[in-house]
């Protein structure tokens, strides 16, 4: 099993996510956890670091359920080295994979978001491991996670706006930076010039290929 926690209390977010990498995966088990003692969304390295103990403190159940492989679906990473050192199986963030899955793809990559607060915890991650040459903006949508995710049609329209813009200033791909996106990655990959990479999805794929090493 793989086992997707998010840093999140909001169970309706989960169920999304789970749908998305369920239909990454068809024929693999795949759960959803989610942090009831974590904030309703993840904005800004304070909420990051809030959700934390409620994330670790999920690690062992994980371990009795027999997760092959830990996702942790927030954008953020939250709490990801944390959770990788306390596990007993690979951990991977959806910030992560989204990233590994657009340089795997022989691209430059820019990263749209939610928030201006969440700039600053996302290009520290794009340093941090490795992918700053790669990147080439982290750009904030102006919309929180919980409006992405609803998926409006003005925010999704602005949306699509923003990941036009960042293909025209060079990106060859663009990383959805929220977990909240990866429910309309269709409708923001339609027609859309630049190639738009969901975490959650590349992370459902790179879950499955590291539990089988």
Same mark, same amino acid.
């Given at each position: 099993m793989i086992l997707f926690i998010n840093p999140n209390s909001s169970a309706h977010m989960t169920e999304s996510i789970v749908a998305a990498a369920r239909g990454a995966l068809p024929g693999v088990a795949i759960e959803g956890w989610t942090n009831a003692e974590g904030p309703v969304a993840i904005q800004g390295a304070e909420d990051g670091e809030a959700a934390v103990p409620g994330l670790l /403190? !999920? !690690?062992p159940a994980a371990q009795a359920a027999g997760a092959r492989a830990i996702v942790i679906a927030c954008f953020d990473d939250t709490g990801l /080295? =944390? /959770?990788r050192a306390a596990a007993h199986c690979p951990v991977i963030g959806i910030g992560q994979a989204g990233y590994h899955a657009a340089t795997l793809l022989g691209a430059r990559f820019a *990263? !749209?978001? $939610? !928030?201006a607060v969440s700039v600053p915890v996302i290009a520290g991650n794009i340093a941090a491991q490795g992918f700053a040459g790669a990147c $080439? =903006? *982290?750009?904030p949508s102006g919309y929180g996670v919980l409006a992405v995710e609803e998926g409006a049609p003005q925010v999704l329209a602005d949306l699509r706006k923003g990941l036009a813009k960042l293909g025209a200033a060079g990106a060859e791909a663009v990383v959805l930076g929220c977990a909240g996106m990866c429910t309309h990655h269709a409708a923001l990959q339609e027609g859309m010039p630049v190639r738009v990479v969901d975490g959650v999805r590349a992370a459902a794929r790179l879950a499955e290929a590291l539990a089988g090493l």
């Open positions: /403190a !999920l !690690l /080295a =944390e /959770a *990263v !749209l978001t $939610t !928030l $080439t =903006e *982290v750009r």
